[in-house]
């Protein structure tokens, strides 16, 4: 067991975010002073569903914030998908427009695969276009997946070098599974990911220096599937009843049985959850600067 205070193992994402936010505010102004380039990101939101309208106005005021340019469109919940691709197609020719969103999930008519497809790779922040994806795999600088882009980014704020790290991700999903997976590799990281049909997921766990947690499953992960001194990156947003009613939020990991095993562990809330938004910023920075042949900058 690690003998390592509690507080210190703690993975703080809010304070990371807040600081990478805080470095893309000052790339974005340089690259204004410097090259008249202010980098525009376009999100699009095809119905009224509440948690999607609570995310399209967060990823607002956080764009503005740092000093980016923040374009809304909304369409109406019976929209046809010609509508959407219409829409994705003039976003795409708009020199001003370095991202594009949609913002999922999408209504019963409109086929998600079909409308990624339809955005420029070269402005898909999302991350989700197969072209980045390929590119991903391939070793190729890519738009990568926010959330996956996020895990990386607090491992090696922790830990430095992952080289030489035998990491496991459990869950692969087109999100953040199989993305994070060719990430880990690229950072040369010893990869394995672990699902539904793993036939011994306790033990391909506890052989991780690196375990990752994304699932959609709460408390799956117990203590006893972790490597003593193994750093944890718990992915999961899930939202429990609690007695006496209510819910609370908690993550794929027993979080109280792996606090003692662990020499660090991303809280939920408070640990991913946080990076999603700041590494879309980023990723609308590096999207901007890669379109205008500029230099990236450092964040």
Known sequence: MDSKPSDSKIIDGKAFADGLRQRIAVAAASLRATHGLVPGLAVVLVGDDPASQVYVRNKGKATVAAGLVSVEHRLAATASQGDLLALIGTLNCDPAIHGILVQLPLPAQIDPTRVIEAIDPAKDVDGLHVVNI?????????????????CVLL??????DLTGASAVVIGRSNLVGKPLAAMLLAEGCT???GHSKTRDLPALSRGADILVAAVGRPGLVRGGWIKPGATVIDVGIN?????????RLVGDVAFDEALPVVDGITPVPGGVGPMTIACLLRNTVTAAC???GIEMPSF
């Open 191 to 193: 990869v394995s990911v």
């Open 155 to 160: 491992l090696k704020d922790r830990l430095g």
């Open 290 to 292: 890669r379109s205008h």
């Open 134 to 150: 390929g590119r991903l795999w391939a070793g190729i600088p890519a738009l990568a997946p926010c959330t996956p882009l996020g």
């Open 239 to 247: 939202r429990v009843p609690v007695e006496g009613g209510g819910t």
